[in-house]
């Protein structure tokens, strides 16, 4: 059986991605892989590469990662941080086009039954059909 | 070998409803089952997959509902016993009181 894979928060708000990352881990509990991050370097509300992919890191899993996003920026940061991860995790995380808590709560409901990675982005990305 | 087919049925008392919390436990227990299992607000349906986050929170049913539960596979007696304990318990969460836990 393959690793479960891991969620990574990614709001411009360092409370909100806390407080999205507290709402998976008592509602999914400990088993989930997870990674949060949010504001810029300076405090401020943003988001950052660098942080995005420590997230990212928090998160791994051999099964990837399904990275949840807020606002606009964090989307196009955290697509800059896929493209600098080393080249054997690169096809492994993906963003999910959904928003960030209810789809961080899906995808890790989904991610902790064994799902794949991109059963975990279906599921979370089902929430808002397009 | 035949199949079984297993039914239940349990009238939600939780406070809040099938809302997050409660959905996600119950499609959590539902996953640790190799049956196909689904749920439903009346005994003739609409039928969803109670392995399915989104399907179960998108039931939206309120405290008083009467949730139905059909089963089938190896072991679909202990999965319909087991999802409807839990609603029966009130998903362990004291009266659904959601400020607790």
């Known amino acids: ?130 | 070998m035949s199949t079984t087919q297993e039914y239940g049925s349990i009238l939600l008392t939780h406070a809040v409803g099938l809302h997050a919390r409660p959905s996600v436990k119950l499609t959590k227990l539902a996953k640790g089952f190799v049956a196909r299992i689904e749920l439903a607000m009346a005994d003739n349906g609409p039928w969803v997959d109670a392995k399915s986050i989104v399907k179960v929170m998108g039931t939206k049913a309120p405290q008083g509902t009467v949730l139905y539960f059909r089963a089938e596979g190896a072991d679909a007696a202990e999965a319909v016993q087991a999802l409807t304990e839990l609603v029966a318990r009130d998903f362990d969460e004291g009266g659904g009181d959601a400020a607790s836990g």
């Open chain 1, 1 to 130: 059986m393959s690793a479960a894979v891991g969620i990574a928060i990614v709001s411009h708000s360092a409370e909100v991605a806390r407080g999205t990352a507290d709402m998976v881990r008592q509602m999914v509990g400990d088993a989930v892989p997870l990674g949060h991050c949010g504001g810029d370097p300076d405090g401020g509300l943003g988001t950052s590469v660098e942080r995005i992919l420590a997230a990212i890191d928090d998160a791994w899993s051999e099964g990837g990662v399904a990275v949840l996003v807020d606002l606009g920026g964090a989307e196009t940061n955290s697509e800059m941080a896929i493209e600098l991860l080393p080249a054997e995790r690169q096809g492994k995380v993906v963003i999910c086009n959904a928003p960030i808590v209810e789809g961080a709560v899906m995808a890790a409901t989904e991610a902790w039954g064994g799902a794949s990675l991109d059963q975990v982005r279906a599921t979370a990305e089902e929430l808002s059909p397009p």
